[in-house]
């Protein structure tokens, strides 16, 4: 479990996040979602580590991260998987040479396991064969699926997705998210995703909280989220005709 | 300008941080060896020759004298190519062949998140990426040197025999005559100096980079500007103190 207590965070004189608080439960599907600026890529790269809070606390299964040096976080991110927005692959390797890249640093498997490791991890996500490509000879759904398959390979107890959807068609919008969801009961993680895709929110969304503004203005599940009478929240996920017409249908 | 080197420094000190596992470093150190000498040895190649071969041709003509020995064109050639011609100007030449590589390369994975992936994982950054770029740079850069003596001293005798200013054979009296050896440890010290100024300065730009192309482009060119900049500077200190 993850909990984000009192979360603050100021660039400058601008302040992203304003007192967020939350927990996030292992083999639940969390969304943070919100407008674009709400804070919701903050508030994650806070939780992870990548941004320092101006003040309040993460706690990884009871154990301060924030109060943590570089070298004491390491057996925790040993234990996060992350896919971020545009899947941060590494060029210069191949797509079996990204999946065994923390398996070649933080364990000692032989490289027959290894590749074993990276070739289950590619099934997984339906890209079995394609090990020998480079980054640059995927597609964007092809890319968001091998770094799922690297954020997997050293079987994550903590999954973070930053913006799986985006720059994707429907279809393999909707395979991400079942991934997504797959992964999360198959190996109990605790999984953050970030998002303003509807169709994520409404379909995996276990545990919701959504940012105005840098605060948490309301949180629930996805089956709550349609009948809430929260005004922001209404105006950002009924944004559209066809979703106001979608409710009143409920 | 203090931020800077302040931030330069600290850069430094976790680039050099114990490695996760040794033997991926070292691959990684290869790897670089591989692109940062082999790489780079055409353009040296080429280079060397033809300053070799112009700084013998502009002896040869500054010393048309009767009373100097022809030879002395072949010494003056020796010292200045092993003193400065080839650790300077291959320096030179090296940072913007590997010094934009290197910030572009690193600049490009600060922005599209490959760095911060790697921190993700728990990966030392700076020290899976710059420290191999580094020990590279120690080896490769006077190496390189090495290879530039060499080829711009057969440089000048092929401009003696395409020019006949001067017979090769007084240029290779010359070569030998009055051999200082001070000069190679001269040229040793500086080739590490720039080998260390390109990478690491190269890297610092590349790893500071923030925003998307356009900044990772200027990255590059503040990374072989300044590291020209300190190439010369280090170039007049070590002259200054070791000559």
């Not at chain 1, 967020?20 to 992870?48: D, E, M, P, R």
């Not at chain 2, 590291?227 to 170039?235: V, Y």
Request: proline fraction near 3%; glycine fraction near 10%; include cysteine.
């Amino acid at each position: 479990m993850i909990e984000v207590k009192d979360i603050h965070k100021k660039f400058g004189d601008n302040a992203v996040l304003r007192g967020i608080n939350s927990q996030f439960k292992a083999g639940k599907k969390n969304l943070i979602i919100g407008g674009s600026g709400s804070g919701k890529t903050t508030l994650l790269k806070c939780i992870v580590g990548l941004h320092e809070p101006t003040s309040g606390e993460v706690f990884y299964n009871g154990e301060n991260f924030t109060e943590m040096h570089f070298h004491e976080r390491v057996p925790i991110r040993k234990e996060i998987g992350m896919l971020f927005q545009n899947s941060a692959l590494f060029d210069s390797m191949s797509v079996e040479q990204n999946i065994t890249f923390p398996l070649n640093l933080f364990t000692d498997m032989s490289k027959s396991e290894k590749l074993d490791r990276a070739n289950f991890c590619l099934e997984r996500v339906n890209l079995k064969g394609k090990g020998k490509l480079f980054p640059s000879e995927l597609s964007g759904g092809m890319k968001k699926r091998v770094g799922i398959a690297r954020a997997i390979s050293m079987q994550p107890k903590y999954l973070f997705v930053d913006e799986p959807n985006s720059g994707l068609d429907p279809l393999t919008s909707i395979l991400i998210d079942e991934l997504i969801s797959e992964l999360t009961e198959e190996y109990n993680t605790t999984t953050v995703v970030v998002t303003h895709d509807m169709n994520s929110v409404m379909g995996i969304g276990d545990h919701i909280i959504f940012l105005f503004s840098g605060e948490k203005w309301w949180e629930g599940t996805n089956k709550e989220i349609a009948h809430t009478n929260n005004k922001e929240l209404n105006n950002f996920v009924f944004a559209s005709p066809f979703m106001k017409a979608a409710r009143e249908k409920l | 300008m203090f931020h800077s080197l302040g931030r330069y420094l600290l850069l430094l000190r976790l680039s050099f941080k114990k490695p996760e596992k040794f033997s991926v470093y070292w691959s990684e150190v290869m790897r670089e060896m591989v692109s940062q000498g082999v790489g780079s040895l055409g353009i040296i190649g080429i280079i060397s020759v033809f300053i070799g071969a112009v700084a013998t041709v502009q002896v040869a003509f500054q010393l048309s004298s009767p009373l100097v020995p022809q030879s002395i064109a072949g010494s003056i050639s020796r010292d200045s190519t092993i003193l400065e011609f080839s650790p300077t100007i291959s320096a030179l030449v090296l940072a913007g062949r590997i010094g934009s590589s290197i910030a572009s390369q690193i600049g490009t994975m600060r922005v599209t998140e490959q760095i911060d992936a790697l921190e993700i994982m728990g990966v030392n950054a700076p020290g899976f990426l710059i420290s191999p770029k580094i020990l590279s740079g120690l080896s490769m850069v006077p190496l390189l040197t090495v290879v530039s003596v060499a080829l711009g001293l057969s440089g000048g005798y092929l401009a003696c025999i395409v020019s006949r200013d001067i017979a090769p054979t007084d240029y290779v009296v010359g070569l030998r005559d009055s051999f200082n050896p001070i000069i190679v440890g001269v040229c040793a010290v500086k080739s590490i100096s720039f080998g260390f100024i390109i990478t690491s300065v190269c890297s610092y730009f590349g790893f500071y980079t923030s925003g998307g192309a356009l900044e990772v482009g200027q990255s590059a060119t503040k990374g072989v500007v300044f590291s020209c900049i300190w190439i010369l500077f280090a170039d007049l200190l070590i002259t200054s103190v070791m000559l």
